[in-house]
């Protein structure tokens, strides 16, 4: 059983910069890919970017490449977000999530474990 626990979203002018944490808790928590989708209000839980269990790989969605940092540090089992030239479409819940898997890592039903969100709120 692995628990997710995000932090670190608020209300930030578009533009600015946010940086979200994610802390894992539970064993073997450090093994795992891990994910950041969001959803923004009346649509979908959409994909954001992952990183591999090493984090020897990242992949992001096109909407945030460049803009967007993931990171992790096993040591402190804990993933981050960095999120740079915020826009007011990137206002969403952003949730982590957890997968052994890879190749299917942009697909939400491959991740067992979810944190419960922290919201980011970017105006215009």
């Known amino acids: 059983q692995v628990q997710l626990v995000e932090s670190g979203g608020r209300l930030v002018q578009a533009g600015g910069s946010l940086r979200l944490s994610c802390a894992a808790f539970?064993?073997?928590?450090?093994?795992?890919?891990m994910a950041w989708f969001r959803q923004a209000p009346g649509k979908e839980r959409g994909f954001v970017a992952a990183?591999?269990?090493?984090?020897?790989?990242?992949y992001y969605a096109d909407s945030v490449k460049g803009r967007f940092t993931i990171s992790r540090d096993n040591a402190k089992n804990a993933v981050y977000l960095q999120m740079n030239s915020l826009k007011p479409e990137d206002t969403a819940v952003y949730y982590c999530a957890a997968t052994k898997q890879w190749a299917t890592i942009g697909n939400e039903d491959e991740h067992v474990y979810w944190g419960q969100g922290t919201q980011v709120t970017v105006s215009s």
């Open positions: 539970g064993p073997s928590s450090s093994t795992y890919n």
């Open positions: 990183i591999s269990w090493q984090a020897a790989t990242t």
